[in-house]
């Protein structure tokens, strides 16, 4: 299981902190398969914000953001984003909201702090599990 004490947060984009802070927070996605009915470990989580995304991936126990839009009707794109190719034929994977961060929806939040509650909701919850 990922730690959440484990995680070195790299941020590429410092001013995007300060933007981030004003902007009121709108959702958060995981990745869903639908054919087994979990959370698909390992996946990116995707911060939906009013006037913006931030994408986190999880690798080398670092968290990586990248911000930008992200269309998540296009199920194609998902295996790009899994670094996994193409899904393998038993794979039903979409985008589906996850409720972890229900309670910061509207405010305006700091997104490490976001991610640090993300991080101790998501192990307590079983969400960042390495194994299905």
């Not at 484990?6 to 995981?30: I, N």
């Not at 931030?54 to 690798?59: D, E, P, Q, S």
């Not at 790009?80 to 405010?107: H, K, S, T, V």
């Amino acid at each position: 299981m990922l730690e959440f004490n484990d995680f070195a947060l790299r941020y590429g984009d410092e001013d995007a902190h300060e933007r981030f802070a004003r902007m009121p927070f709108a959702d958060l996605l995981c990745v869903w398969d639908c054919y087994a009915g979990t959370w698909t470990a390992g996946a990116p989580v995707l911060m939906r914000f009013e006037d913006d995304d931030v994408l986190v991936t999880f690798a080398d126990n670092c968290a990586f953001m990248t911000i930008g839009a992200i269309d998540t009707t296009d199920a194609g794109a998902l295996p790009r984003l899994l670094d996994a190719g193409e899904p393998d034929g038993d794979a039903c994977l979409c985008w589906r909201r996850c409720g972890l961060l229900d309670d910061f929806i509207g405010e305006r939040c700091n997104v490490l702090q976001l991610l640090a509650v993300l991080l101790e909701r998501g192990a307590k919850s079983r969400l960042f599990l390495n194994e299905v």
